[in-house]
């Protein structure tokens, strides 16, 4: 079956830097996405990776290892606006979207 | 970046009654747009693929009956809650792919309580 994991939760200090861990396991593979989703609100499109490697915007970095099945999210200069849930999600061979449970990410002062 | 818009954000109907809620791309045609549930603290349950002038594809679980997608043309797209349910209650997200790119675009999501 297909399957991405990635952590339920996470805490995390304002300022400091968190890296936020996906696997996952899919019949095929076009893609990995990242999205941001505050609460009560629709999720937002954060990056895209396809080839290996470590793709930087801004504060927000995203790297992936297709070999591996992984890929993590990186969020440096924590901000208190950055508490939110944090979306992985794979393109399968079909093109569609497989999506992961989400973590939470609690950004502490 | 690329819009979609979705009306009503918020709808509150009695059980029984049905609801129709918008999806519109705004400043792409999408040929293909997607219509996700999403419950409280859970993630996106993709519900249906919706194929402009072609019928939905509806996720295993979910009745074609009761939840009614018409794509009419590339920039709309309409999700109808028939007979809702408390049950039915639920936050409703549509998202449409942009062809010029790889991403899906979200709506802003309409928030349906049933009473």
């Known amino acids: 079956g297909q399957n991405i994991d990635q952590p339920t939760e996470m805490t995390a200090t304002e300022g400091a830097i968190v890296q936020i861990n996906c696997t996952y396991q899919t019949s095929g593979f076009n893609g990995l996405f990242w999205y941001q989703q505050h609460a009560g609100e629709a999720p937002t499109f954060l990056s895209y990776n396809v080839l290996d490697g470590l793709e930087e915007k801004g504060r927000f970095s995203s790297f992936l290892s297709r070999s591996k099945g992984y890929s993590y999210l990186l969020l440096k200069e924590l901000q208190m606006k950055d508490s939110a849930s944090y979306l992985c999600a794979v393109t399968d061979s079909n093109y569609q979207l497989i999506w992961g449970a989400g973590t939470k990410l609690i950004i502490k002062p | 970046g690329a819009v979609v818009s979705q009306h009503p954000s918020r709808v509150i109907c009695k059980s029984g009654t049905s609801v129709k809620i918008e999806c519109r791309s705004l400043d792409f045609q999408a040929t293909t747009m997607f219509w996700y549930r999403q419950f409280p603290k859970q993630s996106l349950m993709l519900m249906a693929t919706s194929n402009e002038g072609s019928k939905a594809t509806y996720e295993q679980g979910v009745e074609k009956d009761k939840f009614l997608i018409n794509h009419a043309s590339l920039t709309l797209s309409t999700l109808t809650v028939t007979s809702a349910h408390p049950e039915d209650s639920s936050f409703y997200i549509c998202?449409?792919?942009?062809?010029?790119?790889?991403?899906?675009?979200f709506g802003p999501g309409t928030r349906l309580t049933v009473t």
């Open positions: 998202s449409a792919r942009d062809p010029r790119g790889r991403e899906q675009y």
